[in-house]
């Protein structure tokens, strides 16, 4: 266990370095959400009773969404995973008496959590002073925060989990360039990176409702805007750990079978 | 030229040399911008209008930013890698050559991938032209093909003043990618829609909407004077700025000396 958090620990420091890059970043990230819910703004002045939630209720998705983009988008891989299967560094790791899973899988959420922790706070505190009806909302209740961090937690391990299946993918295929992007495109679709899923036509949003997806960014994002409340959210996160459960046991399975035939690349 | 077209097909005969990946990648760009696509369809399944815009009305203005993007990009992506010729020292080889620094930049990299886009594009086009209600007279045919190569070079003075930030950073930044990349995914609806500022912005500062906007609001006849037609020409003044910030950056520029 002390191991895995040294990883966490180096992974966690490495990454605060960088902070010019991460300024710009937010200063993106800050001028992306504006622009997306001007855009909503719009269909909510066309058709006001369309509208699958309540606006304030999407307001806060999209500024949520924008300051923990690190930490729910798919699109984060971390190059040095593909580079050490594609490349033979993966030797290394296997002589070291750790499990090569979770040392991964502790890698990649250090990473993620890093990103997010320096950029999240600034936008956040932005987005609560940009005037109405732009700005974000505080959650309904107390009960729906702390379910909210706790689902947000479920989701990181979700993403994290199934970009495991990613990595392990390229034990087999070798080029991972393709299979990351229509991986990565696919799952943040579906778990409402594009258009929240109560936006959804039906029978599109209850098929996507019940897909792993959903279990991503999805969830904590509308349990904090109030979208999904009480018993509903804690049901929430069961489905979070059911296919927490799921995915973990896929990929354990999947590196035990690639590790089992692994050839490596060069010397 | 001559030497640019040499390139291009040196990089076109290099990467055929790698075909499932190229077609693994280039399916990849075609599902990104799918997914925005239907991003836009589920919303205009609800909301079937949003400011006076039809859902065909949009998509006509989603393809044009597509397809102006994907042009700009398949050449210019050369700007991409930019701030790593700089860091590394090529640049420097690059500016005792005698030919253009512009056009070894350009033909030191090209994306071919990115067609994906450009398919897309079409396709949106194919369905968009006949169904928007357009009366597709001379002059409307000749406004939609004015918006998307006006569009592209306006695309490609964005990658240029992107590049040219690296003279004074050595890092790329980020923040310009609200422009390019950023232009590209808002530009799937009218930038009217955004409210008045940020169409002030981008018809002043960053001259977007001319090509997208104005000369949409000439081909659905909401405004019959000619001059709306002919905006996406007044875009390209934009190139002057561009190219003096370009200049401005080399006349300052020290190599990284490694």
């Given at each position: ?73 798919m699109w984060f891989f971390e190059a040095?995973i593909f580079d050490?299967i594609a490349k ?75 970009s495991?299946l990613v990595y392990i993918s390229t034990f087999y295929t070798l080029s991972p360039v393709g299979v990351r992007i229509i991986s990565a495109v696919l799952a943040d679709f ?75 690349q060069g010397? | 030229?001559?030497l640019y077209l040499k390139f291009f097909s040196m990089h076109l005969k290099s990467l055929m040399q790698y075909k499932v990946s190229f077609i693994l990648t280039a399916l990849g760009q075609f599902l990104v911008s799918f997914t925005a696509l ?25 393809a044009?930013?597509l397809m102006a993007f994907s042009l700009a990009e398949c050449f210019g992506r050369g700007f991409d890698i930019f701030?790593r010729m ?19 930049v350009l033909a030191s990299h090209m994306e071919f991938s990115r067609l994906g886009r450009v398919v897309q594009a079409i396709l949106v086009f194919w ?25 592209s070079?306006?695309f490609f003075?964005?990658f ?20 390019t990349d950023?232009?590209r ?74």
């Open positions: 266990m002390s191991s895995y958090l040294a990883i966490f620990r180096i992974r966690f420091a490495n990454s605060l370095q960088y902070r010019a890059a991460a300024l710009a970043g937010m200063a993106t990230q800050f001028a992306w959400g504006f622009m997306e819910i001007l855009a909503f703004l719009a269909f909510y002045r066309a058709k006001p009773s369309a509208f699958p939630m309540e606006f304030s209720q999407t307001v806060s998705y999209i500024w949520l969404q924008q300051a923990f983009l690190a930490l729910f988008m040095e050490s033979g560094g993966i030797s290394y790791e296997l002589v070291r008496p750790i499990d090569l899973y979770w040392r991964w899988f502790v890698q990649s959420s250090a990473n993620r959590l890093s990103k997010t922790v320096l950029r999240c706070l600034p936008i956040l505190i932005v987005a609560f002073l940009v005037p109405q009806p732009l700005r974000m909302s505080p959650p309904p209740d107390g009960l729906s925060f702390v379910l909210f961090l706790i689902s947000a937690f479920c989701s990181l391990c979700v993403v994290v989990a199934f495991m579906l778990a409402g990176a594009i258009v929240p899923l109560p936006f959804f036509p039906q029978p599109f949003r209850s098929i996507a409702e019940a897909l792993p997806f959903a279990a991503m960014q999805n969830m904590p994002l509308r349990i904090y805007s109030g979208n999904i409340v009480g018993v509903h959210a804690i049901w929430g996160i069961g489905f979070q750990i059911l296919w927490l459960v799921i995915l973990v046991v896929i990929g354990r399975f999947g590196i035990k079978h690639a590790l089992n035939k692994v050839v490596i010397g | 030229m001559k239907l991003g836009v369809w589920f919303m205009f399944d609800r909301f079937q209008e949003v400011e006076g815009f039809t859902f065909q009305q949009v998509l006509l203005c989603l044009t930013v701030p700089i860091r590394s020292g090529e640049f420097d080889r690059v500016l005792v050559r005698p030919r253009h620094e512009i056009i070894q369905y968009a032209i006949p169904a928007s209600g357009v009366n597709w007279t001379f002059d409307k045919i000749a406004t939609l093909v004015l918006m998307v190569v006006c569009g070079i306006i003075c964005l240029l003043i992107n590049a040219a930030f690296a003279f004074f950073t050595i890092e790329g930044l980020e923040f310009m990618n609200i422009f950023g232009g995914e808002f530009g799937r609806y009218p930038f009217s829609v955004y409210g008045e500022e940020v169409l002030k912005f981008l018809t002043y500062i960053i001259p977007l909407a001319l090509f997208q906007y104005y000369p949409l609001l000439y081909l659905l006849e909401r405004e019959q004077s000619i001059f709306y037609m002919l905006t996406p020409v007044l875009g390209l003044f934009f190139a002057i700025p561009a190219y003096a910030f370009w200049r401005f950056g080399l006349g300052r520029y020290t190599s990284t000396g490694s």
